[in-house]
């Protein structure tokens, strides 16, 4: 960055100097470098933040090209254009200082009995005293977070030191802009607009401001330097520092940047912990909903080692995402986005968890399935439970649809295990449960196994083709004619029978005329032979339009 050209105006060399034009007091105005330039085409090298010396030499009566001159400088970032007047130049023209102030660009003139050495040299020690102090402060400011991160003291341990170095509060966000850490506890409920979040969001600048508030209700509006924290080619957070005791100058910038070196390695060591867990977590999952472990002692054992209460009473809640292939085909890395899908619903179901089971969720992916060990209180019934689950599912689908980018989820409910050696059957209940509600309920249903009825009966069945068997000839007749002629035969054979063989409601239920139920109920009759008073023959219909669900 260099030395603010406002404080090098200030040295000795230039209590001579008179600024003509542009601000020199700029805090935006950096300088880098100094040297002399006589000849116009030097502009070709310069890479911006130099303070240029010069006396139009070779150009001393041509205004036209002064003016030239003058304009590529500032076009090409230089600091400061600083003109000496001589015999050959004894006035810098009045159209030299308009333009100047037009650009915006500060010029600054030096009289004939200055030096370039005088200003040179001093300018250039002051310029490598500042590159000095810099590299000192940055080797200070790299071992103190190495240290940080060799003692594995973690992401608040950074927060603290970053505000010892810098002298103003800190604050680390995850992807979302939820708090995740805080070097002062008077402002741990920053409030951000989601306008302003979008500013950032999917953004890869380097570093950025924000207007921030200490609470939503509060007047007073901050500003907060944010750095996102990208990791693996994803944001994973971000870094925010709030200048509320004083703007960041470029020392406190060199303390930002290792900070947030820190901070990458340390949610680099937490996503490959994570990742441990994750394998350690689900081969233990499928161990237990599989029954494939030696005794309860050795299940015990390992649960342990996780902080999983497996001692306790649970039922099983699968988890669905209905259209995780339908967002990954938007994009070109399909990996990615269900990374970043995986990432949502788990921190939605952590978040809404914690109000309904405390710190007690146990729970893994499982493909695009994530199952749940819901604990069952003790003081409660299966009831209670059953009720909090589905509060817990609609609570869940709706911020997942709503927030989450429009995640649909369906919801399936085993029984209750007592022990772990039941698991298994509560996960293939909630299994059946949620293939149940996805195919016969749709899209986004929250399905309980014992809420099943005759189907508990018919999900005992693991080969589906089995049950073809049970199902008469004549439904499979009315099957098959729905299909070649585009027909909705057995929708209304089906209304037809829960409406207790009354066209009238059987039309009204569907939506339709009561000529034309009848219509459909007449060609009903003419393909299939129905016998409304035997009634073992209706029963055989019913559970057969039952399984042509399941099995179709």
């Given amino acids: 960055m260099g030395i603010l050209l406002s404080e090098l105006i200030k040295m000795q060399c230039f209590k001579k100097a008179k600024i003509l034009s542009g601000k020199a007091s700029n805090k935006s105005t950096h300088v880098s470098g100094i040297t002399i330039i006589e000849r116009p085409d030097i502009v070709n090298w310069i890479k911006g933040g130099e303070l240029l010396l010069t006396s139009f030499y070779s150009i001393d009566k ?18 400061a254009l600083v003109i000496k007047t001589s015999n050959f130049l004894p006035k810098i023209d009045k159209e030299i200082v308009d333009l100047g102030n037009r650009l ?17 040299y001093p300018v250039m020690g002051k ?135 820190t901070l990458r390695l340390e949610m680099l060591k937490d996503i490959a912990v994570n990742e441990v867990k994750l394998r350690y977590k689900g081969d233990l999952m499928d161990d237990l909903i599989t029954g494939r472990f030696e005794s309860l002692q050795s299940i015990y054992d ?20 209905s ?22 619903i788990k921190r939605n179901i952590n978040k809404i968890s914690h109000y309904y ?54 919801v399936g409910v085993g029984s209750l295990a007592v022990n772990p050696t039941e698991i298994g059957k509560s996960f293939n209940e909630a299994r059946d449960a949620v293939n149940f509600g996805y195919n016969i309920l749709g899209k986004g249903s929250i399905t309980f196994f014992e809420e099943l009825g005759i189907y508990k009966l018919l999900c005992s069945y693991e080969n589906r083709e089995e049950l073809k068997k049970f199902v ?9 004619y729905d299909r070649d002629n585009n027909a909705e035969l057995i929708d209304t054979f089906e209304m037809y029978l829960k409406c207790n063989l009354n066209a009238m409601k059987t039309a009204e239920n569907l939506y339709i005329h009561y000529k034309t139920a009848l219509y459909r109920l007449n060609r009903i009759k003419k393909i299939i032979d129905l016998d409304i008073e035997n009634r073992e023959s209706m029963l055989e219909m019913e559970v057969g339009l039952k399984i042509l669900k399941m099995i179709y």
Avoid at 62 to 79: C, F, G, P, Y
Avoid at 104 to 120: A, G, N, V, W
């Fill in 62 to 79: 041509d205004l036209e090209a002064q003016k030239k001159l003058v304009k590529e400088v500032a076009l090409n970032k230089a600091a």
């Fill in 104 to 120: 915006e660009f500060p010029i600054i003139e030096i009289s004939i009995d200055t030096k370039y050495i005088d200003i040179l």
């Fill in 127 to 261: 310029l490598f005293n500042d590159q000095i102090n810099r590299l000192n402060y940055y080797k200070d400011c790299h071992e103190k977070f190495t240290l940080l991160s060799l003692k594995m003291k973690g992401i608040e341990a950074v927060t603290k030191t970053l505000e010892e170095l810098i002298d103003t509060p800190v604050a680390v966000f995850d992807s979302e802009f939820s708090l995740k850490a805080y070097s002062n506890e008077e402002y741990n409920r920053i409030y951000i607009d989601r306008k302003e979040m979008e500013k950032l969001i999917n953004k890869e600048y380097l570093v950025d401001k924000l207007n921030i508030k200490l609470s939503e209700n509060s007047d007073s509006v901050y500003t907060m330097i944010v750095e996102p924290i990208k990791v693996l080619n994803q944001i994973k957070g971000y870094l925010g520092v709030l200048e509320i005791n004083k703007v960041l100058n470029n020392m406190d910038f060199i303390a930002l940047e290792g900070a947030a070196n």
């Fill in 302 to 321: 390992r649960s342990n080692l996780l902080g999983w209460d497996l001692k306790r009473k649970n039922v099983v809640v699968l988890l669905r995402t």
């Fill in 323 to 344: 259209n995780s292939e339908q967002h990954s085909n938007k994009y070109k890395n399909s990996s990615e986005v269900l990374m970043s899908l995986r990432e949502k």
């Fill in 357 to 410: 089971m405390g710190s007690n969720i146990i729970s893994t992916f499982k493909g695009d399935d994530v199952i749940i060990l819901w604990p069952v209180e003790k003081s409660k019934d299966i009831k209670y439970t059953y009720n909090r689950v589905r509060e817990f599912g609609n609570e869940l689908k709706k911020n997942l649809y709503n927030k989450g980018g429009g995640i649909l989820i369906s």
């Fill in 472 to 480: 008469p000839s004549d439904l499979m007749r009315l099957k098959k």
